[in-house]
């Protein structure tokens, strides 16, 4: 069984440019989630997408969005970098939606905005 | 709100010490509570919660409503239980939202 994988593992960008971050789901998991870890605190919820629709939605602004596809690989998309967006992000997958489901991490993708 | 706090960024014990970490709660419903572990060089993973009720490595926690705490506790360290242990909190009503904690590094010297 492989884990989930995200790439790429770190990335470089400009103020004000835009990133794609990619992940691959656990096998046979539907349920994807995504958090940005900024240096010294705990996880963030960005989104989660069920069935490739999001399904709830942390306090990050519309230029963070996200899909999933339907193998329920999943990418997250940043537009107009900015310098706080400079953190560890990570995906999460689990086999279904409902609370009683463990979500696997990813390793993360480091993300250097300058 | 939900919220979650790690008082202490650092717990330095020595080996066969007991271990407490500390882990408070806000929420106004009944949550899922989480404790995490990252080992060095090694991605987040779940280490035990609270609705299994099982020891894990040793570990165990209780869920204190009153005290809206979920501290985890484990009676000797090992200097493998050297890792970044996170607390994190789920409201039913969020599906699979996760709310973390700081983060507190656990040092087990010997």
């Known amino acids: 069984e492989t884990g989930v994988t995200q790439s790429?593992?770190?990335?470089?960008?400009?103020?004000?440019?835009?990133?794609?971050?990619?992940?691959?789901?656990?096998?046979?998991?539907?349920?994807?989630?995504?958090?940005?870890?900024?240096?010294?605190?705990?996880?963030?919820?960005?989104?989660?997408?069920?069935?490739?629709?999001?399904?709830g939605r942390g306090n990050f602004p519309p230029r963070f969005s996200?899909?999933?596809?339907?193998?329920?690989?999943?990418?997250?998309n940043v537009n107009a970098l900015e310098l706080d967006d400079s953190a560890l992000y990570l995906c999460a997958s689990s086999l279904?939606?409902?609370?009683?489901?463990?979500?696997?991490?990813?390793?993360?993708t480091r993300l250097t905005v300058t | 709100a939900q919220r979650v706090t790690q008082p202490e960024k650092?717990?330095?014990?020595f080996k066969g010490a007991p271990v407490e970490l500390k882990c408070n709660y806000s929420y106004s419903g009944s949550p899922e509570l989480f404790w995490y572990v990252q080992y060095s060089r090694q991605r987040l993973q779940l280490l035990l919660r609270h609705i299994s009720r099982e020891s894990i490595k040793g570990f165990t926690a209780d869920l204190n409503k009153?005290?809206?705490?979920?501290?985890l506790k484990k009676p000797f360290a090992q200097e493998e239980d050297s890792a970044m242990y996170y607390c994190a909190l789920r409201g039913l009503e969020y599906g699979n939202k996760l709310v973390f904690g700081a983060g507190t590094i656990l040092r087990v010297k010997s």
């Open chain 2, 66 to 71: 009153g005290e809206t705490s979920f501290h």
């Open chain 1, 96 to 108: 279904d939606l409902g609370s009683g489901y463990e979500q696997y991490f990813g390793p993360g």
């Open chain 1, 66 to 76: 996200g899909l999933q596809f339907p193998n329920y690989s999943s990418e997250l």
């Open chain 1, 8 to 55: 790429p593992t770190h990335l470089i960008k400009t103020r004000g440019q835009q990133v794609t971050l990619r992940c691959s789901s656990q096998s046979g998991h539907n349920t994807v989630s995504w958090y940005q870890q900024a240096l010294g605190q705990g996880p963030q919820f960005i989104f989660q997408y069920y069935r490739e629709e999001e399904n």
């Open chain 2, 10 to 13: 650092l717990l330095s014990v």
